[in-house]
């Protein structure tokens, strides 16, 4: 029998990255927040209930939704460009998706 080797990573570890993107928010409170997602199943839902949240967290927060943005999909592939987002007004978004 021959013998075998696993190789496990803490799932708590730390990844290195020379981009840091923006700083983040301290509150999403008169902020106006895209919600921008991919095409998988249920994605509208999970993310409704998101956006139900944060609107009790941050009751002043507005938000885009996302059939008014461009999907992941779309960013990801620079089929359109992410200054869409700016042009709408976005100070932040949340990306996410369903299933």
Known sequence: M???TLEVHDPGGRVE?????????ADLNDKKIGIV????WEADRVL????E?????SPTATFV???DLPS???LDKRLVSIDVLRE???QAIIVGNGG
């Open 48 to 51: 409704g209930l998101l956006k």
């Open 53 to 57: 949240l944060l609107i009790e967290q």
């Open 88 to 90: 709408k007004g976005c």
């Open 65 to 67: 939704h996302w059939d």
């Open 17 to 25: 990255s020379t981009h840091h993107g923006a700083p983040r928010l």
């Open 72 to 74: 992941v999909e779309e």
């Open 2 to 4: 021959s013998r075998v």
């Open 37 to 40: 997602t991919s095409s998988l």
